[in-house]
């Protein structure tokens, strides 16, 4: 026997359990994601397991919830965020306070984006956003996440079935996108009990 190595990476665990899921059989809907981007800087065409999605079975969907977090240098209406994320301009961000409308969304930084809104919100470095309905002093979301994605899904042909966990725990600092508190609070809800660890 011939050793090449001596360290072995170990594989990037999600979730630690899964109880419950939703085997497949859901369309995500891409139309209001950046599903195309794909450059030097950040290649959004696949969606990673563990993104927050609100599941309507009546439907067959798995809609994303959108997050994404401060990265240092913001200000309270120009908020540096990871490349990654998948805001637009005219949605709402919430930063579990209050929601502002984004105004524009400058992508020229190879490390980071700037998300511009019309109204302050909080921006320390690590504060975690989720897509608001209402802009001001409010709470409300577009959707309230009730299961996670299982696996990694390629979403660039336009369309994409996914499997959704519904019971079970996530290790958070395996997440590629961060589970604001109003996103745990309603994956611990009636329709998903998911513990965030």
């Known amino acids: 026997m011939q050793i090449t190595t001596d360290s072995i990476t170990g594989k990037k665990v999600i979730f630690d359990s899964i109880i419950d899921e939703i085997p497949g059989g859901l369309s995500l809907p891409v139309t209001d994601l950046d599903y195309t981007t794909n450059n030097a800087n950040v290649d959004k065409r696949y969606l990673p397991a563990g993104t927050?999605?609100?599941?309507?079975?009546?439907a067959r969907t798995a809609t994303v919830c959108?997050?994404?977090?401060?990265?240092?240098?913001?200000?309270?209406?120009?908020?540096r965020v990871p490349?990654?994320?998948?805001?637009?301009?005219?949605?709402?961000?919430?930063d579990g306070v209050t929601s502002a409308t984004i105004t524009s969304v400058t992508t020229t930084v190879a490390s980071y984006d700037t998300i511009a809104v019309d109204a302050a919100l909080i921006y320390a470095t690590g504060t975690k956003y989720a897509e608001g309905s209402?802009?001001?002093?409010?709470?409300?979301l577009k959707y309230s996440p009730n299961g996670l994605t299982k696996e990694e899904v390629y979403m660039a042909d336009g369309n994409a079935d996914v499997s959704v966990?519904?019971?079970?725990?996530?290790?958070?600092?395996?997440?590629?996108?961060?589970?604001?508190?109003?996103?745990?609070t309603a994956l611990r809800g009636s329709s998903s009990l998911i513990t965030i660890v």
């Open 165 to 184: 966990v519904t019971i079970g725990s996530v290790r958070e600092d395996a997440l590629t996108y961060p589970i604001p508190s109003l996103y745990a």
């Open 83 to 94: 490349k990654n994320h998948h805001f637009k301009a005219d949605e709402i961000l919430n």
């Open 134 to 140: 209402v802009t001001g002093a409010s709470t409300a």
């Open 66 to 79: 959108k997050s994404t977090k401060a990265l240092a240098s913001s200000s309270a209406q120009a908020i």
């Open 52 to 58: 927050p999605v609100y599941v309507d079975l009546s």
